[in-house]
């Protein structure tokens, strides 16, 4: 998959809300955390666990979370 975003950092999933349409994911960084917003649809297409390693690709006020 392509993207315009050329800021990327890898963090680890640390917590999932999910929500009936949104859901919120929360990442360590370290030494800070980091959270996405993003579709449950998404969420579940994803498979995102606690624990996973992800990049997070940052454009914006947006933050992509790419599971590889």
Known sequence: MKYGARNMVVGEVKSVQKGDIMSLVKFDVAPCEMASVLTTESLEEMDLQVGDKVSLVVKAVNVL????
């Open 65 to 68: 979370p790419v599971k590889e």
